[in-house]
């Protein structure tokens, strides 16, 4: 693969998001070694082929499906709150809820912070909210370290005059 950019598709004719594209395309090849079939059913038609998947210094915001099989070395679960995570509607599969909560929890290698609010805006209603019923199935052992906040540092007020 890399035979074919370096001879027909060069750096110098791509801008910066042809260049991301390039090093996509190229890290997810090296996961099929040289077998074409899947790696163009992958790249065709897999909707996560992005550039989440490259290791990169930046923000990605991924849902909870996408970022199987990824990991960083912070994740932010926003929105932990019954109706949001789970969400609540008839067909909604509970089990299925929970295992993409509990996939979201395991991308983080170093820091993992779930973030709920007591209130929400809803198509102009405030509605009033609970956490998650899957924060509170978090093993209690993990969930202390999770809930416990820094003490705040001490603040001198600083003199005018």
């Known amino acids: 693969m890399s035979f074919i950019f370096e001879k027909f598709i060069t750096d110098e004719t791509l801008d910066e998001t042809g260049i ?3 090093e996509t ?4 090849a090296r996961e099929y070694e040289g077998d074409l079939e899947p790696f163009l059913h992958k790249i ?8 989440a998947r490259l290791k990169t210094d930046a923000v ?5 499906h996408a970022s199987k ?17 789970p969400l609540l509607r008839n067909n909604i599969d509970i089990e299925e809820e929970r295992r993409l909560f509990y996939v979201a929890l395991t991308r983080a ?3 993992l912070f779930i973030t709920n609010s007591l209130m929400r805006k ?3 209603q405030t509605e009033n909210k609970t956490r998650s019923r899957f924060v509170g199935e978090i093993p209690a052992s993990f969930r202390e370290t999770i809930e416990k ?3 705040k540092p001490k603040c001198e007020q600083l003199r005018l005059f």
């Open 20 to 22: 991301i594209r390039k």
């Open 25 to 28: 395309i190229l890290h997810i």
């Open 44 to 51: 065709l038609l897999d909707t996560y082929t992005d550039v």
């Open 60 to 64: 990605t915001l991924l849902t909870f």
């Open 69 to 85: 099989g990824l990991e960083y070395p912070v994740v932010f679960i926003a929105g932990a709150e019954e109706g949001v995570t």
């Open 109 to 111: 290698k170093d820091h």
């Open 122 to 124: 809803n198509f102009n």
């Open 149 to 151: 906040k820094p003490p």
